[in-house]
């Protein structure tokens, strides 16, 4: 007879489906080390999976061929056990922020999956003095069937009370570069994020996998009274520029800009150690709250291979623009400059409207071959790139999608106009089609969409589109600030990027056009991108800027809830708000922000 896992690899070559007693496995449980000497490089997959010799994924398959949207189906669950407690936090060397940790560590623990495996991640609450709710968002996944494992609170879940522990699992649909990050106000600028990372078929060839390249601007007051501020009047949003610019949570702190006595010390930059002549494949991610990042390494070429979770034609560049949320695998082989084999890379924020930092460069040391740990580089960066007020991504044009896929028709075409208020208040605030977006925490809309009241108050910003096949959504900014548009559940097609008013036909690569989860929205620009409705549930369409997200810059787009299957949704949901309805009786939540 043939083993479980023999089946599964039959059923993988000929695309037909088996099914196994689903087998659960404890994560390898990675700190995060990236960034250091004695970080280990990532495997090509998990070894660990049940399928003899090949991949997990079956034969030895060609990513051109398969649909990066249907995963296997592997029969492994891989299990996290994450507490979420604040901490003293210190990365840069300044010893004033209080951060939000989990498992003690910042950035978080690496997730790794295989492409089909199930996640599974228990989060125990365990914020206090003061406390606050949490739900954790695994961005760029698709949730295909599990819309309520999304992480998003007043959407798919209550928030996770105090105390109370909530049990997130999904598959790892997709493949690729990702993180994960708190959606509970702007905690994910506390520190509340981490790498995710899923192993699947590889379309380029590398040596090693050097793993996440985290980048992210770093504040150095806490996040609850940035927020406090942000919100505060109608001119404060522009008071609050970063204090550093981190690579895996890594950058020392200039101490001589310290006026105030806070205590400030000495830390390390982030190292990495590479050899000449091999080529590696780096994760890059924006992590940060609000910074555009622009990526470089002195002196060398970097190959873009993947942008988000999708795969593309590999193109040449100097420099890789990273809206916030947005990713991109690079591939890069490095070679000695001037005689030095000691190099820096960097990552700076840029341009008048795409930042607000004090120190926007960060830089990181690579190290090649021999070098002694301890060399500084001497390295020139190339120029910054030109400020042309845009904070656009690098053009549609050049990104192609490895796997192709043309675009639909779409059945309906939808406008929403991105706009600044000011408030009765004399607060400013973003609002999408006029409105800024408001959540309830004790009443998550996904919970009201299953017993089929799809009519919710206007603040909640949501947009039915029933049973339509594919949605074009044509966006225009009329405010002066970029904004990274992240959409939840699905991949969005990019049709139009620019600052002339869209013509309303052309297209850029109808026949393949880019697909991705996040797209830099220029100031007073336009931006055209268009989603299939294969995924039943309420999903985000927001900014990923977390202060604009504070300010409302966020709405719902819900599709087909009348497939939503009420029997579906696991007890536990309703435990959870049974525990924050609880818990708010009895507290007063401080809800200062749009609360997303
Ligand atoms: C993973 O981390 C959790 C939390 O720190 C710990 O309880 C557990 O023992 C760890 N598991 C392994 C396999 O190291
Ligand atoms: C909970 O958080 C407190 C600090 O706020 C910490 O001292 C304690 O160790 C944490 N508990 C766990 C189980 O992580
Ligand atoms: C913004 O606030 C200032 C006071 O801080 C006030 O003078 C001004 O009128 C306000 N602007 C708007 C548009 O409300
Ligand atoms: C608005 O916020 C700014 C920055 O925090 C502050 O300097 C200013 O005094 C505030 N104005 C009002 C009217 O509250
Ligand atoms: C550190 O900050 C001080 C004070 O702002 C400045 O004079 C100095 O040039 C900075 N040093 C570096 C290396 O940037
Ligand atoms: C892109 O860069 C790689 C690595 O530096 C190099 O081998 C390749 O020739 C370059 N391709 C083009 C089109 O410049
Ligand atoms: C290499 O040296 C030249 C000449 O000094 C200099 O112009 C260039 O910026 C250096 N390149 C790097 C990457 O440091
Ligand atoms: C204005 O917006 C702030 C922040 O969302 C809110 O707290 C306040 O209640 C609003 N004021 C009015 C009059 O709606
Ligand atoms: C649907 O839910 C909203 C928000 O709770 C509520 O205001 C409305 O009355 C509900 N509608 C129906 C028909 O139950
Ligand atoms: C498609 O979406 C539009 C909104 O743009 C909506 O009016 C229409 O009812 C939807 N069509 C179907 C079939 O659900
Ligand atoms: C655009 O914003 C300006 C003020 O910022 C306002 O006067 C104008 O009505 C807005 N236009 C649209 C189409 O919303
Ligand atoms: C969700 O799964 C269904 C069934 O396999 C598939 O048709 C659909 O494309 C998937 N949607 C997404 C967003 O992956
Ligand atoms: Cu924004």
Redesign the pocket.
């Known amino acids: 007879m043939k083993s479980c896992a023999a089946l599964v690899a039959y059923a993988l070559a000929t695309l037909a489906s088996a099914t196994c007693p689903p087998r659960v496995q404890r994560a390898q449980n990675r700190t995060f080390s990236y960034g250091t000497l004695k970080a280990e490089t990532l495997p090509k997959f998990l070894k660990d999976n049940p399928l003899p010799g090949g991949t997990p994924w079956g034969a030895d398959i060609d990513p051109k061929t398969v649909n990066p949207r249907v995963p296997p189906n592997t029969g492994v669950t891989r299990n996290y056990d994450f507490t979420i407690s604040r901490g003293a936090l210190a990365p840069d060397g300044y010893y004033k922020k209080s951060g939000i940790l989990i498992n003690g560590q910042f950035p978080g623990p690496t997730i790794e999956a295989n492409w089909g495996d199930m996640i599974e991640v228990r989060v125990t609450n365990n914020i206090t003095s003061p406390d606050e709710g949490t739900a954790l968002h695994w961005h760029g996944l698709f949730q295909n069937g599990t819309a309520w494992y999304d992480g998003v609170p007043s959407v798919s879940q209550c928030p996770i009370a105090p105390g109370a522990s909530f049990t997130y699992k999904f598959q790892a649909g997709v493949f690729g570069s990702s993180w994960y990050h708190s959606h509970y106000s702007a905690q994910a600028a506390g520190g509340l994020f981490g790498p995710l990372i899923v192993y699947g078929p590889s379309h380029v060839e590398y040596d090693e996998d050097i793993g996440p390249v985290m980048l992210a601007d770093w504040f150095h007051k806490d996040y609850f009274a940035i927020v406090k501020n942000v919100m505060s009047n109608n001119s404060s949003l522009w008071a609050n520029p970063s204090d550093n610019t981190l690579i895996n949570g890594r950058m020392p702190y200039n101490c001589s800009q310290v006026t105030d006595g806070t205590p400030c010390g000495d830390a390390p930059f982030a190292k990495f150690r590479f050899e000449t002549g091999k080529t590696y494949k780096l994760r890059l991610i924006n992590a940060g709250a609000a910074g555009m990042q622009y990526f470089s390494i002195d002196g060398q070429t970097l190959q873009i291979v993947a942008n988000d979770l999708t795969d593309i034609q590999p193109y040449n560049t100097t420099i890789v623009t990273l809206g916030v949320g947005q990713r991109s695998d690079v591939l890069f082989t490095p070679k000695a400059i001037n005689g030095t084999k000691s190099i820096w890379m960097r990552t700076l924020q840029s341009g008048k409207f795409c930042q607000r930092a004090s120190n926007p460069a960060g830089r990181a040391v690579i190290l090649l071959d021999g070098a002694p740990d301890d060399t500084i580089p001497k390295t020139v960066a190339y120029p910054a790139p030109v400020d042309d007020g845009t904070c656009k991504n690098d053009p549609l044009e050049l990104s192609v999608p490895y796997y192709e896929e043309s675009l639909p028709e779409p059945?309906?075409t939808?406008q929403i106009t991105v706009n600044t208020i000011v408030n009765a208040s004399g607060n400013q605030l973003y609002t999408m089609n006029g409105s800024p977006f408001m959540a309830n925490y004790n009443n998550p809309l996904l919970g009201l969409a299953y017993q089929k009241n799809v009519s919710y108050p206007t603040q909640w910003n949501t947009y039915n589109?029933?049973?339509?096949s594919s949605?074009r959504i044509v966006i225009w900014n009329n405010s002066s600030g970029p904004h990274p548009m992240h959409i939840h559940g699905h991949d969005m097609y990019l049709l139009y990027d620019g600052t002339e008013r869209w013509d309303g036909t052309t297209i850029v690569n109808p026949l393949n056009p880019v697909r991705r989860d996040t797209h830099n929205l220029r100031p007073k620009g336009w931006m055209v991108m268009q989603y299939n409705l294969d995924n039943p549930g309420v999903w985000p369409f927001h900014c990923h800027i977390a202060w604009h997200l504070s300010m409302g810059m966020y709405v719902n787009l819900m599709e087909s809830p009348e497939k939503i299957d009420a029997a579906a949704i696991p007890e536990v949901l309703r435990e959870t708000c049974d525990a924050w309805n609880e818990y708010s009786k009895s507290h007063v939540v401080e809800q200062i922000d749009s609360g997303v």
């Open positions: 059945s309906t939808f589109f029933g049973s339509n949605v």
